[in-house]
């Protein structure tokens, strides 16, 4: 049964102008096999019909943490969200993403065989509008990656960005504790945040798919 005073996790979503995807990317998180999780939603500002089919499900009992602001940028909305999820494992899926069904219940997995690590990340699928399909790993060479904390930091440094964010889960306090994400960054903000866990933590990975 769920536990509304607190979830494990908090799926977090940050929306701008959402409706075309924000219906498949609630109903992904419905759809886990794992069931002790909340939904926390920041709409930045949206002009959309976002705000209407958000409430459209909090009335029908879904557990959705929901929060309008003033439109203030995409690391601000992460951080809003990460101040309000009451779980203590935060799980990233973004408003044109979807959560394949055993997402949270291979990431739960993760936790318990990983007790040190603080971040966690699995494979994803990219799909195109012309049904084009890729995954994220079939372009990243795990042999030279070194995950261990501080190690995890610079092969982010020298190899580049290769964790996707839709496949990512982090402790919430550890993500406090690195100050969360920087607001002076547009686009690089998930970047950099992984970045600075990476320097204080251990982070793991699985092969599976997680997210498309």
């Not at 920041?42 to 003033?70: A, L, M, R, W």
């Not at 406090?176 to 793991?204: A, C, N, T, W």
């Amino acid at each position: 049964a769920m536990n509304t005073n607190k979830p494990y996790f908090s799926v977090i979503i940050c929306c701008f102008n959402s409706e075309k995807f924000i219906r498949e990317t609630i109903d992904s998180v419905i759809k886990q096999t794992y069931s002790d999780w909340e939904i926390v939603t920041v709409n930045d500002g949206s002009s959309d019909n976002t705000e209407n089919i958000i409430k459209d499900y909090i009335s029908k009992g879904v557990n959705i943490n929901y929060f309008f602001q003033e439109n203030r940028g995409f690391a601000n909305a992460r951080n809003k969200c990460l101040d309000l999820a009451k779980g203590e494992w935060i799980v990233i899926i973004d408003h044109d993403d979807i959560c394949l069904p055993k997402r949270l219940e291979i990431q739960a997995a993760q936790i318990k065989k990983n007790p040190s690590s603080k971040l966690f990340f699995g494979d994803t699928i990219h799909f195109s509008e012309n049904g084009d399909i890729k995954n994220q790993f079939s372009t990243i060479d795990f042999s030279k990656i070194e995950l261990e904390k501080n190690k995890a930091a610079n092969s982010l440094l020298k190899y580049g960005c290769f964790i996707d964010s839709e496949g990512v889960m982090f402790n919430k306090a550890a993500a406090l504790e690195v100050g969360g994400f920087d607001e002076r960054y547009s686009y690089i903000s998930d970047y950099d945040f992984f970045v600075k866990m990476g320097r204080l933590y251990d982070f793991s990975y699985t092969k599976e798919d997680l997210s498309k």
